[in-house]
């Protein structure tokens, strides 16, 4: 029997099985439907019992349901053949035939686990492991692992080569996406890490670990829902185009109830894009620029009034700016919240009119209380109140910085002078472009000194209201739904995550891992990173301070990940000569992949920079069927994205070394890689990033 033979009756045996549980799940779909509506016949019953069964039943129908009609690409993945001689088939969701035997395991099951953590040396039970390939409904391909040849019974047959390097070796596409069905023991072993405390998992490039990050969220959802769904995820990555990047990778796994989000779009109304150069990223991201942020947010606004003049029953009442500043300071003593004190300000303007008023002994002067609501109601006083003490917001705040006069008086003995020059520099083009990512941290932080007005108590809308008093009578499922809603709708600066996923953590630096502690307060947490690829080039003590601050005194579970899986060897062993300049001890993880191809690296004059870019993008266009990525120093993306159409290519995407991060691309063209290197003492690891990125080809390009 030829390879092929064997392969198609393999092939027709999974078939077989395939078809068996999609029409079950019709089958199931169909009931999950019908239960639903017959609960909601139970109520007519009227006694109590009936309604608390309705209650479950139809709570379950509606999820079963809801599940069941999800779209279920690669819906049964693996199976497993067992020493007992039972088999398992391993599947996006778990499902159940008429007898209640398992047609499906979910892949996030407990009795699932050795479909990946099984090994030949470790065999677990397991005999054969085969990983099954589909498209749509149709069986396409079988790849299987004899873990233990042994206990194998006559007649068994294995075929294939190799699940892992088949799936290494298919196209990039513009999301990234699951490995749900060639998740490694190692990283196994990091996805199902216990739920509380912090879990940390280290590795190289390529490694897996967002992979293993979005999984383990995958994960903690469907071990503890009620937990997780209802306090919610959230997902940390570094830029707006990696959080596209992986967008799609969690409902593919069946998961919505995630939230994603870049560092520069953790703060309510603010999307911030732009990278600051890493010197000013450094002082920005110091946890100095908290003491900074203290003095500007003490500080009066620009333009306020010098003074307070009021006619009064023929008196002038006046109050003089020195006055007006003692009152400000005394109802904002250090620590306060300004916004939250706005009141008491207020009040000490009412209190040194009415004492002037009566040292001048205004003539018919009324009692205190009509005295003041004499002049409450004068429009003229009502501005000067708003312009005096405003309600700020820390935009506001932030602008200011703008102001080279007002900057030096916030940093002066805190900053460097040359850090101070640094962010003299950075902040004047603030109004025009926007906030930069680094700058979302110090507006969270604002939030936090400027607090919020205490807002009149309102009371929350019950959805289940009806009118009178009377209360409409809910199911669970429908309390459920409402939360679901409720959660669909949680404020950007909600505060209450059940677990918090830090992707790429090497880059947050002390301010940022304030705003993200700020939301994980009562939460378990996830940080995936390595330390070799960091940009940050502050302190590294004051950078650990701050991240542990954050984690709190949570145990920690830590994972070490040890193969590159998106490098081909040719294209990680250029990357990996660069690192080992400045750490020739780090251990670097194995690429597994060998495509024959090596690294092109080009120079041509400064001046045919532009045509080389070009000429460059179209050969790998040519040559790799999947995306094609260009990272450029960070000051010249926009220059070089110029050069190109990236709108007219929906393979191709410029992005600067940093927004690279995280990033993968079938072919790479890197432009200026001297000038990455050269950047900042970071710039070899930016540039060990940048280099790591490709999974087929790398072309570098530097101008000489
Ligand atoms: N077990 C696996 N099976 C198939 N593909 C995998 C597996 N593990 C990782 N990959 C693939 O390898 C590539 C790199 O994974 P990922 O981006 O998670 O690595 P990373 O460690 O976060 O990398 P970096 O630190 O360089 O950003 C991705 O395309 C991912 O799908």
Do not use: C
């Not at 497993?80 to 035939?97: A, I, P, Y």
């Amino acid at each position: 029997m030829t390879d092929q033979t064997t392969m198609r009756q393999e092939i027709e045996a999974e078939q077989h099985h395939l078809d068996r549980v999609y029409a079950r799940l019709a089958q199931l779909r169909r009931s999950a439907a019908r239960a639903e509506r017959e609960g909601y016949q139970i109520a007519r019953v009227g006694n109590f019992g009936a309604l608390v069964e309705r209650d479950a039943m139809v709570f379950h129908a509606a999820r079963r349901r809801h599940t069941l009609d999800a779209e279920h690409e690669g819906l049964v993945f693996g199976r497993l053949d067992l020493r007992t001689g039972q088999v398992l088939h391993v599947g996006r969701l778990g499902v159940r035939g008429e007898h209640a035997e398992p047609l499906v395991i979910d892949w996030r099951a407990p009795a699932a686990a050795a479909f990946y953590q099984a090994t030949a040396a470790d065999p677990q039970g397991v005999v054969r492991r085969r990983v099954i390939s589909s498209s749509g409904e149709r069986v396409t391909r079988i790849e299987d692992d004899l873990l233990d040849p042994s206990a194998a019974p006559p007649g068994m047959r294995v075929v294939g080569d190799g699940a892992l390097l088949a799936t290494l070796s298919r196209t990039t596409g513009r999301g990234m996406r699951d490995i749900v069905a060639t998740i490694q023991r190692e990283q196994d072993e990091a996805i199902r890490s216990p739920a509380g405390g912090v879990t940390i998992v280290s590795g190289g490039p390529g490694t897996g670990k967002t992979a293993v990050a979005l999984h383990r969220a995958a994960y903690l959802l469907y071990s503890d829902r009620n937990r997780f769904a209802g306090g919610g995820v959230l997902v940390v990555g570094p830029s707006a185009v990696f959080v596209d990047y992986i967008a799609s990778v969690l409902p593919s796994l069946g998961e919505n109830a995630a939230t994603l989000h870049s560092l520069g779009s953790l703060v309510e109304g603010v999307s911030a894009t732009r990278t600051d150069p890493t010197p000013v990223a450094a002082v920005k991201g110091s946890l100095r620029m908290r003491k900074v942020l203290q003095r500007a947010v003490r500080d009066q606004v620009p333009d306020a009034p010098g003074e307070l003049r009021l006619l009064y029953r023929g008196e002038l009442l006046r109050l003089p700016g020195t006055e007006l500043e003692r009152i400000r300071l005394r109802a904002l003593p250090p620590g306060a919240r300004r916004n939250e004190v706005r009141r008491a300000g207020f009040d000490g303007i009412f209190s040194a009119l009415w004492a002037q008023a009566q040292e001048l002994r205004v003539g018919r002067l009324p009692d205190q209380r009509t005295f003041e609501d004499d002049i409450a109601e004068r429009p003229e006083f009502r501005d000067f109140l708003r312009a005096w003490w405003p309600r700020l917001h820390p935009t506001h705040v932030l602008n200011w910085l703008t102001r080279p006069e007002r900057l030096r008086r916030y940093a002066t003995g805190i900053l460097s002078n040359a850090e101070i020059r640094l962010l003299v520099e950075a902040y004047g083009g603030t109004g025009a472009d926007g906030p930069t990512i680094a700058d979302v941290a110090l507006l969270d932080e604002l939030d936090e000194l400027l607090g919020r007005p205490p807002r009149p108590a309102r009371r929350r809308r019950d959805p289940f209201h009806v009118a009178g008093g009377i209360r409409e009578v809910t199911t669970y499922a429908d309390r459920q739904r409402a939360r679901a809603s409720r959660d669909a709708e949680r404020p950007a600066d909600y505060r209450e995550y059940a677990h918090v996923v830090v992707d790429e953590s090497q880059d947050v630096s002390p301010m940022q891992w304030r705003m993200l502690g700020r939301r994980g307060r009562i939460a378990s947490w996830t940080v995936v990173g390595d330390p070799a690829q960091t940009a940050w080039t502050g302190d590294p003590a004051e950078l650990s301070r701050a991240r542990d601050k954050a984690l709190g005194r949570r145990p920690r579970h830590e994972y070490a990940l040890t193969t590159n899986y998106r490098n081909s060897a040719e294209i990680f062993a250029l990357a990996a000569s660069v690192i080992r300049e400045i750490s020739p001890d780090l251990p670097l993880p194995v690429a597994v992949r060998r495509t024959g191809v090596e690294p092109v690296r080009l120079t041509v004059p400064a001046a045919e920079l532009p045509h080389a870019v070009r000429e460059a993008i179209v050969t790998l266009l040519a040559e790799v069927e999947g995306t094609v990525g260009v990272i450029t120093p960070v000051p010249r993306r926009d220059e070089v994205a110029g050069w190109l159409d990236p709108a007219a290519e929906p393979r191709l995407q410029v992005v600067d070394s940093l927004q690279a991060k995280g990033m993968e691309y079938d072919g790479v063209l890197l432009v200026g890689s001297g000038e990455i290197r050269a950047d900042s003492p970071a710039g070899v690891r930016t540039l060990y990033v940048a280099l790591s990125r490709a999974t087929q080809r790398l072309v570098t390009l530097d101008p000489v």
